[in-house]
């Protein structure tokens, strides 16, 4: 199978589908990446005493980034704007290299409106989030990359 990289991003679209959302994220193989604070927050209501998910209590966990913000940098990256042009280390640079490195990589992507993206400007909408994964998608595929998206 090669290197598989999961990302889980944003938490389902109905609540009671959030822990099978959770569940199969953490059976996923491989290395593991979660966009945004609302969604690391739903991942510790799974997690034994409510912890917020870190590597020494998520198996495989890398990363834990901001969401919308972060993807949108990464999409401008891997469309080849120059890492450069970012600061030393960002979440956008580690969230590329990983995808770049993997073989595999698995989309958990919950529709659940995000209404902390009111205040970035962008439209509270889980269009936004949706349509970044299908473009990160379709790059990724271009690049050769197996991509499985599944939404919640």
Do not use: W
């Amino acid at each position: 199978m090669g290197k598989h990289l999961t990302l889980l991003i944003g938490p389902a679209k109905y609540q009671e589908d959030d822990q099978r959302m959770v569940s199969m994220f953490l059976a996923e193989p491989g290395k593991k990446i979660i966009c945004g604070s609302t969604t690391a927050t739903m991942v510790s209501r799974f997690l034994p005493g409510g912890e917020l998910p870190t590597p020494t209590n998520v198996p495989g966990l890398i990363l834990v980034t901001d969401g919308t913000m972060t993807l949108r940098q990464v999409l401008d990256l891997l469309r080849g704007f120059n890492m450069d042009d970012l600061p030393h280390r960002t979440d956008a640079k580690a969230l590329v290299s990983s995808l770049l490195e993997a073989n595999s990589i698995s989309f958990l992507i919950g529709m659940a409106v995000n209404k902390s993206q009111r205040s970035l400007s962008l439209p509270a909408k889980p269009v936004v989030k949706s349509r970044l994964v299908r473009e990160l998608a379709d790059l990724l595929q271009d690049k050769g990359k197996q991509v499985m998206v599944e939404y919640f």
